[in-house]
């Protein structure tokens, strides 16, 4: 995880908090002219919540309550990139077509003429 906002890889700033729904996203730009590029992420996400309901010491007498705002594009784990149609190979499944096709033998009539 990235320890400053200027490490930070995407250019949109999420962040999301599970306990009172909330969520938001902000410019990295705006971010960085506002509370410099090399504030901590940690300070950044306590600014950026400052104002939640969930922050305040009346909600920190239970274990688990306060708030549980996170940065949700850092928390996801990255995904593998994917395979380009020439590299990804053919699959063979079974029970499709054969390779060469059976010749069925045709029966041949002759019409009877009057």
Not at 23 to 34: D, S, T
Not at 57 to 74: I, M, P, T, W
Not at 104 to 109: K, S
């Amino acid at each position: 995880m990235p320890g400053h906002l200027s490490d930070y890889p995407y250019v949109i700033v999420r962040l999301r908090c599970d306990a009172c729904e909330r969520k938001g996203a902000y410019r990295l730009g705006r971010l960085a002219h506002k509370w410099g590029a090399e504030i901590s992420l940690d300070q950044l996400l306590f600014k950026l919540s400052a104002d939640c309901g969930w922050r305040r010491a009346k909600h920190s007498y239970r274990e688990g309550d306060g708030c549980h705002v996170y940065f949700c594009d850092l928390r996801a784990p990255p995904r593998p990139p994917d395979l380009p149609p020439g590299l990804a190979g053919l699959r063979l499944i079974k029970g499709g077509k054969t390779d060469e096709p059976e010749e069925v033998p045709t029966r041949r009539t002759r019409k009877a003429t009057p």
